[in-house]
């Protein structure tokens, strides 16, 4: 396992990403999830489990988010569960989409920067490459949980 630093973010920012690391909401794992999704990225060790519950009108009325590993997964994966409750499937692809714009500097589209919320925070990982993709493997879970979803739709 190669030794990375964690990442140290100054200002606003940081403390965000610190807060949902030290207090991450929504880890507690769901009974009987209608979307599950479990990622891996052996190179810091990042682990992430998602998953949701559905009301009857298909809406997000329980996410959960369990991760382990570097401060930048671990506060993603928190911002991430934090964002899901309400939210319809189709809303959520869109909001992954954005946050894979926002991280790889393609912009976040229509989107309103406030409707991101404390994952705003995350641009500041954008100047530490390596840990794009520690702060995009909760949203692969949710991409991959929620294609498995859907496609088990038919
Ligand atoms: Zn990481």
């Not at 994966?77 to 309400?86: H, I, K, N, P, R």
């Amino acid at each position: 396992m190669p030794d990375v630093p964690d990442v140290t973010l100054e200002g606003l920012y940081g403390q965000m990403v610190l807060d949902h690391c030290r207090n991450p909401r929504n880890n507690v794992p769901l009974d009987a999830p209608d979307v599950e999704a479990e990622e891996f990225n052996p190179f810091c060790g990042d682990r992430v489990i998602y998953q949701l519950k559905l009301d009857q009108w298909g809406r997000v009325s329980g996410a959960s988010a369990r991760s382990e590993g570097c401060s930048i997964i671990r506060a993603s994966a928190s911002m991430m569960a934090e964002l899901s409750t309400g939210r319809t499937l189709p809303e959520l692809q869109g909001l992954s989409d954005s946050v894979r714009g926002m991280m790889q500097g393609r912009g976040i589209g229509d989107r309103p920067a406030a409707d991101l919320g404390d994952l705003n925070a995350l641009q500041a990982v954008r100047q530490y490459p390596v840990r794009i993709k520690c702060a995009l493997l909760p949203w692969t879970a949710l991409e991959v949980g929620v294609e498995m979803f859907l496609a088990r739709q038919g």
